[in-house]
């Protein structure tokens, strides 16, 4: 693997090509975003957010405790009268403008994001803030057009939409929660992860800067027991939550017989499966986006390699070729593959379970590779010689750990594929179209990808069966987690 100028063999050296931090001015200190202003939290508490990719602190944040939540929902509460009795063509008009505004500050926000998260400043570039403002730019289509969604001649929003999102792709799920929210009628109440809080703040901003009506988005910051407390508060009308598997039972266990509505998108296990007559080298580039995408901080990752017994030795040959150009190190150096994992605790879970895969006997593998000496560092890795009972190939690892296991027929692949508590994401590579229909209608996986990997489009719904949660985001399908139907 080539790490910081170490070029590998027979390649081009590459320079150092850092996007400036000078683009993006953090304050020394946020409040929380209620009815429209920036507040300090009523019990004075704050906490500090850290840049995984050296461990310097950002920033200073305040921490929501009940009193600063029930200030929230009031607000929120209050504007939801007058923002669902407006035309949805004047919520479009909100919405547009947030959309332009993304794309205005989009060099802005993706050093913001990279900074507080961890990931490439490439794909914080690339993918990250055009897939924001996608969703904007789409839900604001539809505001004025619900009544054409298959929901009734004339549906209804919910009121308040409590909304906990993670911090693999903060401003991504920010997005993806509020556009769809605010196009129905909703007001929300938001609460962004404890270590990604910063692009919110800033989206606060911008809100500010559309003229968005006080109220009518307001954003909490705190631990998990700030999140709690949006939970259990009374006068919430839905939840929306992405995040651990774990903490989405126990929110379903609290709101089992209230009339909240619910929606949870949770872990993953994805399967890529690769047949013996795909496209190779295609298919190694699909494999690596799968899993390495992000760290493999994605819940939908492509964890669980399964290939075909005839071509096994082929792909892993090439994949490990393909590794070792893969570069890791600054994330805001534009030329960087891998950034850093997120946080200390989520580095020590990675660490742990792939102790657990060699003690179980799985083979370990990762290209030579020079970590950096400060923040949050995992080379990519393969396990080999892998089973099903393997902990690897079962548990969500959420980093860049790659779990190969094999199939000799279709029918072993669908079975491998399926077995698992989750039901996320898979991927299928192959020639034969008639392969790919007959194979993707067996998988029971929310989403399945043919011939690529890790596409999104905010027209199309994501979701999930089994453990991976239930309801759908994006897409028309979107809406209907927000409407009284």
Known sequence: MASKNVAPTNAFAYAPAPESRSVVDIAPSYGLFIDGEFTDAAGGKVFKTVSPSTEEVLSEVAQAGAEDVDRAVRAARKAFEKWSALPGAERAKYLFRIARIIQERSRELAVLETLDNGKPIKETRDFDLPTVAAHFFYYAGWADKLGHAGYGADPRPLGVAGQIIPWNFPLMMLAWKIAPALATGNTVVLKPAETTPLSALFFADICRQAGLPKGVVNIITGDGSTGAELVAHPDVNKIAFTGSTGVGKAIARQLAGT?????????????????????????????VTGIFFNQGQVCCAGSRLLVQESVHDEVLDALKRRLSSLRIGDPLDKNTDLGAINSAEQLSRIQALAETGEAEGAERWSPACELP?????????????????????????????????????????????????????????????????????????????????????????????????????????????????
């Open 259 to 287: 009339d909240k509505k619910l929606t949870l998108e949770l872990g993953g296990k994805g399967a890529n499966i690769v047949f013996d007559d795909a496209p190779i080298d295609q298919a190694v580039e699909g494999i």
């Open 373 to 485: 000496s400060a923040g949050y560092w995992f080379a990519p890795t393969l396990f080999t010689n892998v089973t099903q009972a393997h902990t690897v190939a079962r548990d969500e690892i959420f980093g860049p750990v790659l779990s190969v296991l094999t199939f000799r027929t279709p029918e072993e692949a669908v079975a491998k594929a399926n077995n698992s508590q989750y039901g996320l994401s898979a991927g299928i590579w192959t020639e034969k179209g008639s392969r790919i229909l007959a194979v993707a209608g067996k998988l029971r996986a929310g989403v399945v990808w043919a011939n690529t990997f890790n596409k999104f489009d905010p027209t199309s719904p994501f979701g999930g069966y089994k453990e991976s949660g239930h309801g759908r985001e994006g897409g028309r399908h979107g809406l209907e987690a927000y409407l009284d139907v």
